[in-house]
């Protein structure tokens, strides 16, 4: 953890414990799901963060967050699936379920309203679902996710539990919201220098795939010099290692527990 940056320990943890409050006193996992938005914008060092985060006013990222917590039909395209995540991760499996910050990528992609947005590292596919929707009610975007194929026979194991074996990267996002996804499958090494070949610039990217130092640096070293000046870079776990914090140096980057976001540059 890079003493120079401050992760709000905190008050992330604090948040956490409304949240493992909802999980506990609420009967399904799409209503916890969609109680999050509207505690969300009543937790002020939250709401502060996302204000950094975006450069919008506090009204602003609040609005976005009760519009998530209100989007009833949203979560109920994810109830089926939310429900076999919360039974999976009763049997053990690690499914990459994000807590706080599904919210925060939802928040960030409708408050700035990205063209193109890249992701890398999708998982089940319920940051995707948010992001999706975003762009979905913003009218515009398109997010294109990478991320490595699943093999089948020993998905649990080799894939850290991340997706409960038999699922694919993604399943967890209902057909109405695939019209503005483009999901490539492979190594993100080879795929985003492609990608970026392809389609010019990007206004936001978000790195959610491998936390190793060196993968971590490639990502957000490629991400400063793709993103347009001015967008947006996001890193989950930015815990594991101090790549976010060296690449963001000298651009205010700011943090919330796992997740930081800085704007980006001139490109290199």
Known sequence: MDPLLDFHNDEYAALKRQVDHLIATLPSAAEYEAAKGRMFAGFDPYVRFLTGATGAPAATVRDALVELSDDRELFGMLDEGLQALAGYAR???????IRIHAHTVYTIARVMKPAVMIETGVANGKSSALILRALQKNGSGTLYSIDLPTRQETAAAADDGLLPTGRQPGWLVPGQLKGRWDLRLGDARELLPKLRAEIGAADIFFHDSLHTYHHMRFELTLANAWVRPGGTIMC???????????VSRGLSPVAFGTLGVYRAGRHA
Do not use: Y
Request: charged share 35%; glycine share 12%.
């Open 236 to 246: 989950d776990d930015i815990q594991d290692n101090h790549a976010f914090a060296e």
């Open 91 to 97: 049997q053990g499996v690690r499914t990459g379920e």
